[in-house]
């Protein structure tokens, strides 16, 4: 993803993770002794039947260092209780020529 953009991030999936009661997408970059974390939460996905879809915005973009890697992962609780985790996701982050919101 470029810093900056608003990007569509697809985490695929081995099940369908519509009937989930509750979803958490969370994005981490560390830097030195900087850490950036935020998390998205059901209302901010769109889901069908082997993914989640999140869109980041420029604000969210442009907090992350170009150059490294931003690390991804959902959490998903189900109706009848059961807890699940994806593993962690890598992207890349490239950096751009002029900084800010558009």
Do not use: H
Not at 1 to 21: C, E, K, V
Not at 31 to 37: D, L, P, V, Y
């Amino acid at each position: 993803m470029y810093r900056g953009t608003t990007p569509t991030i697809t985490l695929r999936l081995s099940f369908d993770p519509r009937s989930a009661s509750k979803i958490w997408v969370t994005f981490a970059q560390s830097i030195e002794e900087e850490n950036i974390f935020f998390t998205k939460e059901l209302s901010d996905c769109t889901l069908d039947e082997t993914s989640i879809r999140v869109r980041l915005s420029q604000e969210e973009t442009l907090s992350f260092a170009g150059c490294r890697r931003v690390q991804v992962q959902a959490r998903m609780r189900f109706p009848d209780g059961v807890a699940v985790a994806t593993r962690i996701f890598e992207i890349p982050t490239n950096r751009i020529l002029k900084d800010g919101v558009i």
